[in-house]
Structures are given as structure tokens and as C-alpha cells.
């Protein structure tokens, strides 16, 4: 990938306050976007721009505005905030997603599922349905569904959560093959155990956190710069041709099988 390739493009990136998506951002700033991240917790986005915009360069900017994804008028204002900048948007990031407690399905609160559901399946399709309009308006544009390793392989008494990643991805396929004539890209990416503020509840002497090493090929776990590299390249130029795919950013982990939660639920 070439530097300042990202000159001039805007882009947006949700979920941007922590983890993946600030360093998802902060890549993007890397290589000259004007990046604007979303979230719900102003504290985090502040703190988080700070970080990025040291890391900025190439003309590269970041901005913040705050909303939740699952609601359609905060997505809007998301959406339109992000174009400011250059009066377009060229990409977007739909990061913001997340779990809840492991619990077997014949014990799970129908609230919690729906709430599960909807941060990750409603709140990526409104992303998606409002960035559309602008990227096809922009001549094209690339958007990418943050999927999972539990979108694919099975992760008992994750419940809502494997649904809702297996549902971004079947939207992404669909969405790609709908506006491939626009030359707008959907893709997904799927990140097995990223050592990021959400995974800090899995204690690293646990039985949990062996499970996921042991069925790791390559022995660890990954950063999140490991999936803002295939971010990147997924919204930059280089990345033309690919479209409708889900990219395992794993170490290898979905060769074997999920994680073993049973000590949680137990």
C-alpha cells in the first residue's frame, strides 16, 4: 500500500473511541483521510482523537460525533458529518457491534438477545443505508462490516451475537452484489481474539483464554492494528477488485474450532 494514497477521501469509522476502531481510524489518518469517528461515550472519542490525530499525516484528519448506531436519526447526523470535510464520503467503517453475558440459549433473556441483535445487524444496515446514497454520489466508494470469528465457525452460548455477525456478513454479500454496478465494495472482516478493552474480562490464566490460544495455529492473540491494516486496504484504492468477501483476521484460529466458554457459564 502506498502512503498519502487516502488523500482526500472521507471516511467514517463507528465504534472509533476504543479497540478496532480507533486503530482502524487512526490507520486511515496514517495514510491522509479526513476519518471521523462515532460513539456513544464523548470521553472515549476525545481521547481517542487525540491519539489518532498525533498519528495523523499526509493531510490526514479526525473528527468526532457522537450517536448510537441503532438509532436511525443519530446515523444520519453520523453519516452527514463525515462527508463534511471534503463534501463527500468515500468509505465507512461499520465497527460498533458487541456481545453480551455466554448463556445457553434455552436461558436466554429475549431483551437481551434483541439488544445483541440490533447493535450488530440494525445498526450496521442503517450505517449502510445512509453512507449508500453519498459514496455512489462520490463515483463509488467501499464499506466494511465488522464481522467476527463467531459469524463463521460455532462459539456456544454466544447466542445473538453469532447471529447477529453471521447476519452483517450475509448483508455485506448481498449489498455487493446489489451496488456492484455503482462500483461502491462491501466486504467483512472477521477478527478472532483481538487484545482489546472488550477482551480484558477474560483473565489470562483462564481455561477460557487457553481455549482460544490452543486452537490458535499461530499461538497468541492478535492487536488492534492487525485488523486496522486490512481495514485500511479494504478502503484504499489497492483493494478495487474485491468485493462480497469475509477476511479472517485470526492467526489461523478458524482451522479449528471456537473458544470453550463453558466455566463462564457454568
Not at 20 to 40: E, F, N, P, Q, Y
Not at 162 to 171: L, P, S
Not at 202 to 224: A, F, H, L
Request: net charge negative; with cysteine.
Amino acid at each position: 500500500m502506498s502512503e498519502a494514497n487516502l488523500q482526500g477521501l472521507s471516511t467514517l469509522v463507528t465504534g472509533g473511541g476504543t479497540g478496532i476502531g480507533k486503530a482502524c481510524a487512526a490507520r486511515l489518518a496514517a495514510d491522509g483521510a479526513a476519518v471521523t469517528i462515532s460513539g456513544r461515550t464523548r470521553a472515549s472519542l476525545e481521547a481517542a482523537a487525540e491519539t489518532i490525530a498525533s498519528a495523523a499525516a499526509h493531510g490526514g484528519s479526525i473528527q468526532i460525533v457522537c450517536g448510537d448506531v441503532t438509532d436511525e436519526d443519530d446515523v444520519k447526523r453520523m453519516v452527514a458529518e463525515a462527508a463534511a470535510p471534503t463534501g463527500a464520503l468515500n468509505g465507512c467503517i461499520a465497527n460498533a457491534g458487541g456481545g453480551g453475558m455466554p448463556m445457553p440459549y434455552a436461558a436466554v433473556d429475549t431483551d437481551e438477545f434483541m439488544r445483541v441483535l440490533n447493535l450488530n445487524v440494525l445498526g450496521t444496515m442503517l450505517c449502510m443505508k445512509h453512507s449508500l446514497p453519498l459514496m455512489i454520489a462520490a463515483g463509488g466508494g467501499s464499506f466494511v462490516g465488522m464481522s467476527s470469528l463467531a459469524g463463521h465457525i460455532t462459539h456456544p452460548y454466544f447466542h445473538a451475537y453469532c447471529a447477529g455477525k453471521a447476519g452483517v456478513e450475509a448483508m455485506m454479500r448481498n449489498a455487493a452484489d446489489e451496488y456492484g454496478k455503482d462500483k461502491v465494495r462491501f466486504n467483512a472482516i472477521r477478527p478472532g481474539f483481538i487484545a482489546t478493552e472488550m477482551m480484558e474480562g477474560i483473565p489470562r490464566d483462564s481455561e477460557v483464554y487457553r481455549s482460544y490460544v490452543d486452537n490458535t495455529p499461530m499461538n497468541g492473540v492478535g492487536q488492534p492494528e492487525d485488523v486496522g491494516e486490512l481495514a485500511r486496504f479494504l478502503i484504499g484504492p489497492e483493494s478495487r477488485w474485491i468485493t462480497g468477501q469475509a477476511i479472517n483476521v485470526d492467526g489461523g484460529h478458524c482451522l479449528r474450532r471456537g473458544p470453550d466458554f463453558s466455566s463462564f457459564v457454568a
